[in-house]
């Protein structure tokens, strides 16, 4: 099983989240953070002052999924949220050991 961590713009949460759906994935985790990368924030004018945003809003996704399938949660993701802008976001995918689900106690792929 593994891990895809997918920070990307909030404008492209509900795309991402409907293009997951038409493959299949449906079980998500999402968080509103803040962070920055190489765009190292944005400065903005406000009634003639610059200001420095260096902390900007993002999305991030959290699924968990057999292996099998991470390419496809991967490319769909990439597909969807890629504008071509600096600031689109990253994947992250790591490996997972275990998953149990509460209700049941089902282990492994079954509890996903």
């Known amino acids: 099983m593994q891990k895809i961590i997918a920070i990307?713009?909030?404008d492209?949460?509900?795309?991402?989240?409907?293009a997951?759906?038409?493959?299949?994935?449906h079980g998500m985790t999402v968080r509103d953070v803040k962070g920055r990368g190489r765009q190292l924030g944005i400065t903005e004018n406000y009634r003639g002052r610059?200001?420095?945003i260096d902390l900007l809003p993002k999305i991030e996704l959290e699924?968990?999924?057999?292996?099998?399938?991470?390419?496809?949660?991967v490319q769909s993701i990439i597909?969807?949220?890629?504008?071509?802008?600096i600031g689109d976001g990253k994947i992250f995918?790591?490996?997972v050991e275990e998953v149990i689900r509460i209700r049941t106690g089902e282990r492994?792929?079954?509890a996903i």
């Open 50 to 52: 610059d200001y420095r």
């Open 108 to 110: 492994g792929e079954k």
């Open 79 to 85: 597909e969807t949220a890629k504008t071509g802008d």
């Open 20 to 25: 997951l759906e038409e493959i299949g994935c």
């Open 93 to 95: 995918i790591s490996s």
């Open 8 to 10: 990307i713009r909030p």
């Open 63 to 73: 699924i968990v999924t057999r292996e099998a399938d991470v390419e496809g949660i």
């Open 12 to 18: 492209k949460l509900e795309a991402v989240k409907n």
